[in-house]
């Protein structure tokens, strides 16, 4: 079981009732998992391919204790002192339980098995929990009352499963909690689906929901909405979503809904405006706009928005101010925008910008407090044709201390890549893609002073499409973490800053049989030592942009 597992008992128990929102209820979890794992009643396991995208605790009763409480519930529910559960997980069904096993049950588990059809039901006024994740041949449920038979139900979990639309009578379920949908083929929500007025939890990620129905925001007691990778959904009801007053946490990174701050039209789309309307809004994933000029709607976002993608929009200053005081957003993308004349440098972990023309360079020096972009892990930046430096001047102490990855393509004017004193910044850099770059003539520019020892964690170099490029360094390195070096299309590369001593971590140089017999040698020795790396291969990568 994972955190979205715990997560639907923490909410289906009550527990989040009880402690007042979602974080306390998340952190009282894992105060109760780190117990029981002392206590050697949970075990830690992997996670495996099914399990969900945001769990970071994965574990597992063991079979013995497994065993052990079934077998105390059994007894305790036939001496009529406790509840029931029927637990058949991962057991080979193709047939659900007889009905009659149903009614006697407080809690059902049947998880991955190969049920193609729930059974008509009778009444079953004890049934509180029903996970049926990962049936991937269920598509029938009864469209007649059969959810009127489990008014009791506060969970419900038919992930996974191809279930493409859902009865009416779901809305009969006035004591749900938990819902979730995630992985199903569903395109559209009954109508009365807002009735579901008691509903904290719901899951539509990797669903192919089109638009979610009026009345949706009857669901007053929502805390959590996860509408991950959804990109069919272009529409949420005017005027809707800020009736959701109790939403703690929004999911939307891939979702296809437009966000702007006018009222959505024919095309659909959501309103930001409405967003900040929510009170207990504390979690954002990730947030796509575009066309925007106005940003007066930013500063009461930014304590909720993990990630933004920015495109096509103009940048003002108000707005790049807000941004350098947002602690919250670790990821910041920027598309094809003007007005950006300098990026925030303070918070980000993840800084991607695209086509930007206004752009000049990352970083001044001379103008950057101490520090800048001290929590930045991945820069990517591409179609800059402006940009000449990545750094103009010597870069403030403390900068890029924590950059492990570099992607640089299609950046026309981009003479060289570390610029004076930025080597000595650059202890945790991993890995380095450059590709098209047409000007480029120098990966480390000959002018600095640079250390054998520099680049201490480099494990990676891709150089692609550089046609001027000349020398990766002036001077040999040790390079002492560097695995990979992979070269292609780079005609005017004739020498790699190696010696005998260099790389000792090295695995592959990867490039063309042709550019590898031209390279210039000191000496013989480095040749023979290298010569057995080298294959006729190239190592493809696209471009890994984070989003």
């Known amino acids: 079981m994972g955190e979205y597992g715990f997560l639907n008992w923490c909410i289906g128990e009550g527990l989040v009732d009880r402690v007042g929102d979602l974080k306390s209820a998340i952190n009282k979890m894992y105060t109760l998992v780190g ?8 075990e830690t396991e992997d996670a495996y391919a099914g399990s969900d995208l945001d769990d970071k605790i994965m574990v597992k009763l063991h079979d013995v204790v497994r ?11 036939r001496s009529g002192q ?4 029927l637990a058949l997980p991962r057991a080979g069904l193709s047939e659900a339980p007889d009905a009659a096993t149903w009614s006697e049950a407080d809690r059902i588990s049947l998880i991955e098995n190969h049920l193609k059809a729930l059974p008509q039901l009778p009444e079953c006024p004890k049934l509180v929990t029903l996970l049926l994740k990962g049936n991937r041949d269920l598509s029938y449920i009864p469209p007649d009352n059969f959810f009127e038979r489990l008014r009791a139900l506060r969970v419900l979990d038919l992930s996974d499963t191809r279930v493409s639309s859902l009865p009416c009578s779901i809305s009969k379920l006035e004591n749900l909690l938990v819902l979730r949908l995630c992985s199903c083929p ?5 109508a009365t689906f807002g009735e579901l007025r008691r509903l904290q939890l719901l899951d539509l990620s990797f669903c192919m929901i089109r638009e979610l129905p009026i009345g949706f925001g009857g669901l007053t007691n929502l805390r959590r909405l996860d509408l991950f990778w959804t990109p069919s959904l272009t529409r949420f009801p005017p ?3 800020s009736c959701l007053s109790n939403l703690e946490e929004l999911y939307i990174q891939e979702c296809g809904l437009p966000w702007s701050i006018e009222e959505p039209g024919e095309a659909g789309g959501a309103n930001l405006l409405e967003l900040t309307r929510l009170r ?3 979690a954002i994933d990730f947030l796509s706009i575009a066309g925007v000029v106005s940003w007066n709607w930013l500063e009461e976002l930014t304590g ?3 990630g933004l993608r920015i495109e096509e929009s103009t940048i003002t200053d108000d707005a790049l101010i807000t941004l350098d005081n947002s602690p919250g957003i670790r990821i910041l993308v920027f598309k094809e925008c003007l007005g950006l004349t300098r990026t925030p440098n303070t918070f980000a972990t993840v800084l991607e910008i695209v086509g930007c023309r206004e752009v000049k360079c990352v970083m001044v020096g001379e103008e950057a407090g101490d520090g800048a972009f001290r929590c930045l892990e991945k820069l990517v930046l591409h179609g800059l044709d402006g940009v000449e430096s990545i750094c103009i001047g010597v870069p403030s102490q403390g900068s890029f201390a924590r950059l492990k990855k570099l992607i640089l393509s299609s950046c026309a004017r981009l003479r060289s890549v570390f610029t004076t004193g930025m080597s000595q910044m650059l202890g945790s850099l991993e890995d380095v893609y450059i590709k098209g770059c047409d000007e480029m003539e120098k990966v480390i520019d ?3 002073e640079i250390e054998e020892d520099a680049f201490p964690s480099l494990e990676s170099v891709i150089l692609r499409s550089l046609p001027k490029l000349r020398t990766i360094c002036g001077r040999n390195l040790n390079w002492p973490s560097l695995e990979t070096i992979d070269v292609g299309k780079c005609p005017s590369l004739t020498r790699l800053p190696f010696d005998a001593r260099s790389a000792q971590c090295l695995k592959y140089i990867r490039g063309e049989k042709e550019w590898w017999e031209g390279l210039e040698w000191a000496d013989q020795t480095t040749k023979s030592r290298l010569q057995p790396y080298f294959c006729e291969e190239f190592l493809e990568r696209k471009l890994s942009f984070p989003i």
């Not at 117990?35 to 949970?42: E, G, P, S, Y």
């Not at 065993?67 to 529910?77: D, Y």
């Not at 569903?186 to 009954?190: A, T, Y």
């Open 304 to 306: 909720s928005i993990r």
């Open 35 to 42: 117990r029981l794992k002392l206590a050697c009643m949970l």
């Open 67 to 77: 065993h052990m409480a079934l077998w105390i519930t059994s007894m305790r529910s």
């Open 239 to 241: 005027r809707e979503l």
């Open 82 to 85: 406790g509840a029931k559960f």
């Open 186 to 190: 569903i395109q559209e929500l009954p």
């Open 280 to 282: 207990h809004l504390r």
């Open 446 to 448: 000959d002018d600095e």
